[in-house]
């Protein structure tokens, strides 16, 4: 219970976080007039929350394996109270550039505490961390609603950032009352899988996962940047479809993080579902890239949102941080400070070659999608399990896990048979069938040395299935006489 609210005032910053991360754009109109200065200086105040996030993640990321997750939350909580509450009322630019700075020192400070503290919680908390970004997503689909309400009933603009100051406000309170797990810790999961690991792999992987740092964050931001103007001038679509692509986009991303959310959930590897995604988003930018099909554009957008946008980045940092669990803050810090460094260099790039083509900028996003999968193939191959006793139970269990789910699968439909068979008067064994069950076996098998064994345990299996039906069927039979007999002594 404890974890579950604490977790959940972990969320609910992310909330904020989302809501922060577009505030500024959506009421740039509003901003403008309010500061009697042109659009273009308030997307310079902008850049501000940039330089906050490279000035402040490595240093956060560090500070916190040292002095405590919990402080660097509260760190982010009041940054970002102090950004909410002075915007709304701010006139001067300068104040403006240094609550934006501010905003990015608060998203690097929520940063460094959260995803450690998730990794911290133990069990499935890698799951947990993709959800950050639903909660993010979540953030950003309220704001602009709120916004629209406010801007219809003709109310005033700051509204919206004191919205966000009084949900963190209340989470204050609500996160200073719980209590953090131990930092730093190594669980047995840690220990098991980056202590057989000889130096030099953990070096490669370590620097895919920076590079891929890099890379997810420069899909994303170059996709969202370019995709409406690829489509408009290149593909000639309209300006509503090259919206819809966007807002396609966003719902695939949403879908993406609780499909993620789920698979981790169930067991799936994380290297490999990195590689899945990654791979899938390359080909469906290549399809978004050359086909001017409006409905595979709009299949291709959503499925690169589903893939690349559903949660990856936060899989590469789960990946990243477990090969350091003494130092996960610092690895945070890393990862995120390449993430920054491609927000701030995609568009300078992005723009220069837009002078060549939007067609070229957007394709650039290729080269970056493909640097990308090559940086999450060469960190799992860098990681791939060393083969010990310990993984190769851990498969087993994982293996057994399905087979039993499956075996009651097959035991409520051997019920129904015998049901079926008690009713037609049939008895329980049939002969030619067990026969041609052990023929299936037989082709079905993939290796034709465990076929005798497969045969052997599935007859153990029928002698089971028979046992079963016998037993229900006696028990139904006693249940049947002893009612008869209450009847009859009744009458
Ligand atoms: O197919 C049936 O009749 C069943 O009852 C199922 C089943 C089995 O487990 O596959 C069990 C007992 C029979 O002898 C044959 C097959």
């Known amino acids: 219970m404890q974890r579950r609210t604490l977790s959940l005032s972990l969320y609910l910053n992310y909330l904020v976080h989302g809501i922060g991360l577009i505030i500024l ?26 330089v906050g996030r490279l000035l402040a993640y490595f240093l956060f990321g560090k500070l916190s394996d040292r002095y405590g997750r919990k402080l660097f939350i509260n760190l982010g909580m009041v940054s970002y109270l102090i950004f909410f509450i002075g915007m709304a009322f701010v006139t001067n630019i300068q104040v403006a550039y240094g609550l934006a ?12 505490g959260t995803y450690t503290t998730f990794i911290e919680m133990g069990g499935r908390q890698g799951s947990a961390n993709v959800l950050i970004k639903a909660f993010m997503s979540a953030g950003e689909f309220i704001l602009p609603l709120f916004i629209a309400s406010l801007e219809s009933t003709n109310q ?38 980056t202590q057989p690991l000889p130096k030099w792999r953990r070096g490669v992987a370590s620097v895919s996962l920076a590079g891929y740092g890099y890379t997810s964050m ?26 819809l692509l966007l807002s396609l986009y966003s719902i695939g991303s949403i ?26 988003a390359l080909v469906a930018l290549l399809v978004v890239c050359y086909t001017n099909w409006s409905w ?20 590469g ?54 640097a990308g999968v090559i940086c999450v193939a060469t960190a799992v191959w860098a990681l791939r399990a060393t083969k010990t006793l310990d993984h190769e139970r851990q498969q087993i269990n994982q293996i057994d896990q ?63 299935s028979r046992a079963y039906q016998t037993a229900r069927k006696t028990t139904e039979i006693q249940v049947t006489t002893t009612a008869s007999k209450e009847e009859l002594s009744h009458d």
């Open 156 to 193: 005033w603009y700051g509204w919206s950032f004191l919205l966000a100051a009084v949900i963190l406000l209340v989470n204050l309170v609500l996160l200073n009352r719980q209590t953090f797990p131990v930092r730093n810790q190594t669980d047995a999961s840690d220990t098991a899988q």
């Open 296 to 315: 595979l554009s709009i299949i291709a957008s959503f499925m690169f949102g589903f893939t690349a946008a559903g949660g990856m980045m936060q899989v």
């Open 25 to 50: 754009t959506q009421n740039m109109q509003a901003l403008s007039q309010h500061w009697q200065t042109p659009i273009a200086t308030v997307s310079y105040v902008v850049s501000g929350i940039g």
């Open 317 to 370: 940092l789960n990946l990243f941080i477990r090969l350091y669990p003494r130092a996960k803050g610092t690895v945070t810090g890393i990862f995120f400070t390449f993430g920054s460094i491609a927000a701030f260099t995609i568009p300078i790039v992005t723009g220069w070659l837009s002078k060549q083509s939007i067609g070229a900028a957007m394709r650039f996003d290729l080269i970056i999608g493909l």
């Open 218 to 243: 420069a899909v994303m931001i170059l996709y969202t940047q370019w995709i409406s103007l690829f489509v408009t001038s290149e593909m000639g679509y309209s300006r509503v479809l090259a919206h």
């Open 402 to 464: 399905q087979i039993i789910h499956l075996l009651n699968q097959r035991f409520d439909t051997v019920t129904t048979i015998g049901e079926l068979k008690q009713a037609a008067q049939l008895p329980v064994l049939d002969a030619s069938r067990e026969a041609v069950v052990l023929d299936r076996v037989a082709q079905k098998s993939q290796a034709a040395a465990h076929t005798p064994y497969l045969q052997a345990i599935y007859e153990a299996i029928m002698a089971n």
């Open 101 to 112: 700075i501010l905003a990015g020192i608060a998203n690097s400070a929520l940063d460094s």
């Open 255 to 280: 879908t993406g993080v609780l499909v993620t959310f789920w698979l981790l959930h169930r067991g799936m590897a994380e290297g490999k579902l990195l590689v899945t995604m990654n791979a899938s």
